[in-house]
Nanobody, 126 residues
């Protein structure tokens, strides 16, 4: 059974940092693209960042320069380092995995991604 488990969320003041982790089990995701998404109350889910099997990355304009996505294939884990956090970053953050290696597979139609984590809450206070 494939599982994605997020961790690292919490409450932080504006300007602070958090690092989210997404640990995958049940299969090896080294060859597949993965992404981070978020959903704030009353808003639609949005793409935050994605990483291809080879390490190529995509960032939403709202987080570019502040967030960094990375992966450790030996640990089957993807990370999202979030710096200079703003109150508008408050949301539930979800990790998801494609069954293909390219960024487009994660970003094109996220609702069709086969694997999702349960989400982790990030709250940024002003």
């Amino acid at each position: 059974q494939v599982q994605l488990v997020e961790s690292g969320g919490g409450l932080v003041q504006a300007g602070g940092s958090l690092r989210l982790s997404c640990a995958a089990s049940g299969r090896t995701f080294n060859s597949y693209a993965m992404g981070w998404f978020r959903q704030a109350p009353g808003k639609e889910r949005e793409s935050v960042a994605a990483i291809s099997w080879s390490g190529g990355a995509y960032y939403a304009d709202s987080v570019k320069g502040r967030f960094t996505i990375s992966r450790d294939n030996a640990k089957n884990t993807v990370y999202l380092q979030m710096n200079s956090l703003k109150p508008e970053d408050t949301a539930v953050y979800y990790c998801a995995a494609s069954n293909q290696g390219d960024l487009i597979s994660v970003l094109a139609v996220p609702r069709r991604l086969p694997y999702w984590g349960q989400g982790t809450q990030v709250t940024v206070s002003s």
